[in-house]
């Protein structure tokens, strides 16, 4: 199934879903998203401030369109080169977010190295290649988190989501560093969410299935028989867009959640079944 096609069922299953006006889940609300520059962080920034909230989005690459966008459409946003590894940097940037937008409300841990990773067989990933996949997909989530969590304490409210990948469901083979990566992921939102309950702090995560980014359908042009076939183990078999996780991460960051913590949403159209 074609991308435009796809984009079609995307919007038939959302038809019913509320628009314009009433999209306001988010309002008053204050979001932080990692790795939103382009690909499904730039989505889920669109998504967020699309339902109120005000974004900040940064990235190592240049994210101003995504806030710039954002502000056309007369929602509030900023944007920071930032390094999620880069503790510092981290802190800087949640400080100028609280003085420039307000205390952070929702963190989405989505910055990750992902899309150009070359698939190959375990024994052959280069020490310092397994080290960086592993430091920026789980360190990253430990720096941004422990930046925003003094601010949500002191309030006793405040959403995590961590994305992490259904790809750690299913035994991927030959990406043996980013599967380790995105298992790290979920025991790491089970634990802070256990950490964190008591600060009315709920952490949660989205698990995506192979969703049609930019860098996928880069990194994916030769392998259209390999994404036909995960298609095929779908319930609903066509591609999954970066829209089709819009949805449940605002559920997520909304007080419509604010009961559920440590839950890993798994967003694949119904491959991964638990
Ligand atoms: N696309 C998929 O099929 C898929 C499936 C499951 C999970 N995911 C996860 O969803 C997220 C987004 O996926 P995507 O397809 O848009 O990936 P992507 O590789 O296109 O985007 C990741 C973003 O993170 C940024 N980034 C990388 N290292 C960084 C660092 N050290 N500091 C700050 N930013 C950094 C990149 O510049 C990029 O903009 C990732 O966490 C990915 O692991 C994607």
Redesign the pocket.
């Known amino acids: 199934m074609d991308h435009e096609i796809a984009a079609i069922h995307y919007a038939a299953n959302r038809k019913n879903l509320p628009t314009g006006d009433d999209m306001d889940r988010l309002k008053g609300k204050v979001a932080i998203v990692?790795?939103?520059?382009?690909?499904?962080?730039a989505v889920y920034a669109r998504g967020l401030a699309a339902e109120g909230a005000a974004v900040a989005v940064?990235?190592?690459?240049d994210a101003t369109g995504v806030a710039s966008d954002i502000v056309k459409q007369g929602g509030r946003a900023i944007a920071g080169k930032?390094?999620?590894?880069d503790g510092d940097s981290v802190s800087r940037f949640v400080q100028r977010v609280i003085a420039e937008l307000g205390p952070v409300d929702v963190l989405v841990n989505?910055?990750?190295?992902?899309?150009?990773l070359t698939k190959k067989p375990f024994y052959e990933i280069a020490t310092e290649e397994w080290d960086r996949v592993m430091t920026?997909?789980t360190r990253?989530v430990l720096e941004f988190s422990r930046a925003v969590v003094p601010g949500m304490k002191a309030r006793n409210q405040g959403r995590i989501i961590n994305?992490?990948?259904?790809?750690i469901y299913s035994g991927t083979p030959l990406l043996l560093h980013?599967v380790a990566s995105?298992g790290a992921v979920l025991a790491m939102t089970r634990s802070m969410a256990r950490e964190l309950g008591d600060f009315g702090i709920g952490v949660n995560a989205i698990?995506?299935?192979?969703?049609m980014?930019?860098?996928?359908r880069h990194d994916y042009a030769d392998a259209q028989q390999l994404l036909a076939s995960q298609m095929q183990r779908r319930c609903f078999k066509r591609e999954q867009l970066?829209e089709d996780l819009v949805g449940p991460l605002v559920f997520l960051a909304s007080d419509d959640s604010a009961f559920v913590s440590g839950q890993t949403y798994i967003v694949d159209g119904g491959s991964t079944l638990q």
């Open positions: 990692t790795g939103a520059a382009q690909g499904i962080g940064c990235d190592v690459l930032v390094d999620v590894t989505n910055a990750a190295i992902f899309g150009g920026v997909n990253g994305i992490a990948s259904a790809t980013y995105k698990a995506p299935g192979i969703t980014s930019e860098s996928v970066p």
